[in-house]
């Protein structure tokens, strides 16, 4: 009954957590349209980090200690400076249902690098699925890009490397620290360096700006950067990083629905097609990814 309770519990915390984040794309392509895109990149991480020192300071969270400390600078190079900034230039010149099929491979780089810092070890087929999905994205790239790949792509995969490590230390560091400490820390550690940068890129005019960026702003600083990785963070942790993970294989499909639904993009049949080999291919993978996992713990942690 426990292990059925903790299955529960971890696909319920991790779809909250794709929830949060399918909307950020169509949400920074809005925002970006009267913000530069590095203020968009940078500045919600200062937004939220004002937010996770608020909840520290109140809860008197006890402080990170020795080591942890340069592992919350990881993964904050990762998810709170890397990730951010790098879709929010992508989204500049890519439509984000294109944007939304490259961050497709995010269940797949997740996967890789839980097995190299968190010892995960997904069957061979596992594999052979991620090769499939990621070719599949660099074909799609190219075909959109008339043979070759658009500066845009090159910044989505950085992107995807960038928050797969960022998502897999997370996940370690959260069955220590715990899921809400982990993002709070590594947004607050982060916020002192990018006051400056954000600073210079700071709107000389806010009354020029629209209330839809202003509205796509505040979505990506509080739900994208905040609230939707202490659900994602808490998934990973208790249902592994792998498997919990491959549940981002509905985040294109969400993430194109709400393209076409708030930005009135056109959905053609390639993203279509593309997206739904890689989330066959994941869909695989997730299946292989249970087993070979050593799990040591089996008691479920509340959330707070």
Known sequence: MKQISGHWQSTMFGMLGVLGFSLTLPATKIAIKDFEPSFVGLGRAIIAAFIAGLVLLISRSPKPVGLQWLRLIAIALGIVIGFPLLTSLAMKTVPAAHGAVVIGLLPLSTALFGALLAGERPRPLFW??????????????LESGSGTFQFADVLLFGAVLS???GYAEGAR?????GSWQTISWALVISAPLLVFPVYQVFP????????QSFLGFTYVSVVSMFLAFIFWY?????GGIAKIGQLQLLQPFLTIFAASLILNELI???EIIAALIVISCVIIGRKASALQIKKTASKVYLLF
Do not use: M, P, Q, R
Request: hydrophobic residues 45%; positive net charge; without cysteine.
């Open 268 to 270: 053609t049949t390639k």
């Open 128 to 141: 052979v699925s991620t090769f499939i999905g990621s070719l599949t994205i660099v074909l799609f790239s």
């Open 204 to 211: 000389d005019n806010l009354s020029s700006i629209h209330w």
């Open 234 to 238: 808490k998934g990973l942790s208790l």
């Open 173 to 177: 560091l959260s069955k220590t620290l």
């Open 163 to 165: 928050a797969g490590f």
